[in-house]
């Protein structure tokens, strides 16, 4: 049996290590993770490169590391979840779609996941944005009045399975074969606190970026721990602050029009995000001017890496158009060979060249993201976009 995973890996730790075990208890014999690349889903880049990510997976139990792209890994929630769920849909051999979760209720998730298909929950929700919602808190609502046992007070809707909900939502939409299947989290709750010899990424992000990395290594696996401790060592990771002068310049160089077409703009909040950008010294500063109670910091944080990347409205109106491959072992490689991918696979720069219209496009953009990812790290990382697409790493 074949599972799949979506994932950051930001950086991979014991979390991530326990699900994969469940797995491999619930009978996978092959692992595969659909994971981002060298950007990430709160709108900024990952800790360390996806090269380095990709490893660390394969070291700790994946067979095979595909790329969810850009446009759809710095997305929120629904088309985040929906590229990574088409992507392991399209590879075609795929059993299970595993996810950890708050609750781990699979039926109360499916019964979450189904209220979509009813148009008055829809516009309930639209119509609690309307009123000055963010979509987090009108989504909450609508929930509360459809299903009233699904509250944030019955451990229901907590970040992980919001995205849960997601992932079943994408499978009924591609009215995939693929089984849904949710793992309840152990041991860090939703605050991420750290818990035992659990933590979440953002806390262990946390702990590394106040130079406490012995702390942090408690959290990760050891071949995951000897990879975060390499990079470190040669600057190959990214040191916060690189961007923020070039996003600002990116920023103030924009046109209202021009911004308005970006991902995830809307109503008006370019002229907003613009007139911060030119009074703001950092981005902390441009995120607090710019954000309200309807538009958080992980959106207006979005678009910004968004307008920076020039990734548009229109590039996740069409799903993932191939499957890029990053990493695998023995059992990928065979996983490979038994898969009937309904979209081109890719797993090197020369076979990347016979990709045209969208295809050309996405990975136009994956290269321009890789090349800002390999300025912005400690060390600037040489030939990056061009190394990084060379061939995937067999291990």
């Not at 659909?34 to 889903?41: P, R, T």
């Not at 989290?185 to 035992?196: E, M, S, W, Y």
């Not at 370019?270 to 441009?286: G, P």
């Not at 944080?301 to 069409?318: E, Y």
Request: proline share 5%.
């Amino acid at each position: 049996m074949i599972g799949a995973v979506v994932a950051e890996y930001n950086p991979f730790h014991n979390g991530h290590l326990y699900l994969m075990k469940k797995m491999r208890q619930m009978g996978c014999d092959v692992i595969v993770a659909v994971m981002s690349g060298d950007f990430v889903q709160r709108g900024e880049p990952a800790l360390l490169s996806k090269c380095a990510r990709a490893g660390m997976a394969v070291s700790c139990g994946a067979d095979l590391v595909v790329e969810n792209p850009v446009p759809w890994a710095m997305s929120p929630a629904e088309s985040f979840a929906f590229g990574g769920a088409y992507i392991a849909n399209a590879l075609g051999n795929i059993d299970m779609l595993c996810f950890g979760s708050e609750c781990g209720d699979i039926i109360r998730l499916q019964e979450l996941a189904d209220l979509w298909d009813n148009a008055d929950f829809q516009q309930s929700v639209k119509g609690n944005v309307s009123a000055g919602m963010n979509y987090a808190a009108a989504y909450d609502k609508a929930v509360a009045e459809f299903l009233p046992g699904c509250t944030k007070d019955s451990e229901s809707l907590r970040p992980n399975d919001i995205l849960a909900i997601e992932y079943i939502k994408a499978l009924n939409r591609l009215k995939s074969a693929i089984r849904p299947v949710a793992v309840k989290r152990a041991g860090v709750l939703h605050d991420g606190a750290p818990r035992g010899c659990f933590a979440s990424a953002s806390a262990i992000r946390e702990l590394i970026a106040d130079g406490k990395h012995d702390e942090a290594a408690g959290y990760l696996p050891e071949q995951s721990r000897e990879i975060l401790f390499d990079c470190i060592r040669n600057g190959r990771f990214y040191e916060k602050g690189t961007l923020d002068r070039a996003i600002l310049f990116r920023l103030r160089a924009m046109y209202p029009d021009e911004l308005s077409g970006i991902a995830g703009v809307g109503e008006g909040l370019e002229n907003r995000i613009i007139a911060a950008a030119k009074s703001a010294q950092d981005l902390a500063e441009l995120f607090d001017a710019a954000k309200t109670k309807r538009y958080p910091h992980s959106r207006i944080r979005r678009i910004c890496l968004s307008a920076m990347l020039g990734i548009t409205k229109s590039d996740t109106l069409q799903p993932p158009p191939y499957i890029r491959i990053l990493a695998m072992n023995g059992r990928g490689v065979q996983a490979l060979r038994s898969a009937d991918p309904a979209i081109p696979v890719i797993g090197s720069h020369s076979q990347a060249q016979s990709l045209g219209g969208f295809g050309k496009r996405v990975y136009d953009l994956q290269k321009n993201a890789a090349r800002l990812y390999g300025v912005c790290c400690r060390k600037p990382l040489k030939n990056y976009s061009e190394e990084e697409y060379r061939i995937a790493r067999l291990y």
